[in-house]
């Protein structure tokens, strides 16, 4: 499977309005949540490698220790992949072996 680059100002325009001024969330926080919810969607397809850390802080006016700890979440749930100098990807975290599967699939 082959990893295509999302550009920043695709994954921008994707993320819509993701700030809600009024919340008491903190901003990594919600930009982790509208991240997971473009990936849950299919809208940020797996393997998909997102623009760096630098260039979506800028992108996004905020700073980068906010971008670091929204896809350092991310990376713990299991959705992104990360190796240094090569960025981020999409992946599907494994389902937790002690959970069933979901209803009508045979295990």
Known sequence: MSTRRFGTQSLVRLLGNWQESTSRTPLWRQLAEA???LI???R???QTRLPGERELAAALN???TTIASALGQLREEGFLY???GSGSRI???ERPADLPPPSGIPS
């Open 35 to 37: 991240l997971r919810l």
């Open 40 to 42: 849950l969607d299919g």
């Open 44 to 46: 940020l397809t797996l």
């Open 62 to 64: 905020v700073s980068r």
């Open 82 to 84: 990360s190796r240094q």
């Open 91 to 93: 992946v599907l975290p």
